[in-house]
């Protein structure tokens, strides 16, 4: 018998924020605790580089970009009906934890650990549906949003413990009537990420010691709300110090590439993903962070 059982579409080298919370996570629990993880095979600009000591079982999935939706839909697809063999096929554990890719899947955890007679462990990344009504900028009929509303609410009423990243978010959960609720905000590692001299990483990219540099770092999607960025920059594009600077990749940057090229915003730049160990001096090359979510 395993202590716990791990169900999460991203897992590290994935570099989606809940792969490497969880990587993190299940790298501390593994000292004292048999760890079992089921994901999907890295998909999301997964870092060569950052190795875990908790092996994870992978469900493959089709390696495309995030903003190609019926891929995207078809690896969800994939990974649930993986995860949920694989759970049941699983060794039975203490207690089965799901995170929230993709979003339906707390019923198959819900669902594994009823079966495996295991306690269930939910932690709310982001609450659904809400979240997509408001990515979608849409309302739907009120029936279709109280089924869904029931749909995504059923098995966050029957877990063991519901996991919210913050008070607003425990305040919203309780009001749909869930109970058991625990907050425990997201987290880095302080040993990691600490300010350092950022001179090399600013001259590389061409800004001076004079250059004000506004940064986003991290993912380039739907929620992250950039298109205001890129409109800021249009109006300032007559500062000559002031330079704007996208880190990062997802399912929008094509889109914002694009707003950039046809706007001819050279005060704009995106850059990749940067690896792990060169986080501090990227994320100090920025005077202002913009922090949209």
Not at 37 to 50: D, L
Not at 115 to 138: H, M, N, W
């Amino acid at each position: 018998m395993t202590d716990l059982l791990v169900l999460n579409l991203y897992f590290v080298p994935d570099r989606a924020a809940t792969g490497m919370l969880l990587g993190q996570l299940c790298e501390g629990l593994a000292r004292d605790h048999t760890i079992r993880v089921i994901s999907g095979t890295p998909t999301y600009n997964p870092e060569s580089s950052a190795p875990s000591p908790v092996q994870a079982a992978r469900i493959p999935l089709f390696p495309a970009s995030r903003a190609n939706l019926f891929v995207r839909l078809l690896n969800y697809a994939l990974y649930t009906f993986g995860a949920l063999v694989r759970g049941l096929l699983a060794p039975k554990s203490r207690s089965v934890m799901a995170w929230s890719d993709p979003p339906w899947i707390s019923w198959i955890a819900w669902l594994v650990a009823r079966i495996k007679g295991s306690r269930l462990i939910l932690v709310c990344q982001d609450v659904y549906p809400e979240i997509a009504f408001a990515i979608g900028g849409t309302t739907p009929p009120f029936r279709l949003r109280k089924l869904l509303g029931a749909f995504f609410s059923w098995p966050l009423r029957r877990a063991d413990a519901v996991v919210a990243i913050g008070d607003d978010m425990r305040r919203v959960l309780e009001g749909k009537g869930i109970e058991k609720i625990h907050v425990i905000e997201n987290w880095q590692d302080e040993t990691k990420i600490r300010p350092t001299s950022a001179r090399a990483f600013r001259e590389a990219n061409g800004w001076g010691d004079d250059d004000w540099v506004v940064m986003h770092s991290g993912n380039l999607g739907y929620s992250q709300h950039l298109e205001p960025l890129l409109r800021a920059a249009k109006l300032l594009a007559d500062e000559k110090a002031l330079h704007f600077a996208l880190i990062g990749d997802g399912a929008r940057k094509a889109d914002l590439e694009a707003f950039a090229r046809a706007n001819d915003l050279r005060n704009v730049s995106f850059l990749p993903y940067q690896p792990t160990d060169r986080l501090n001096e990227s994320l100090g090359a920025g005077d202002l962070h913009y922090v949209s979510l």
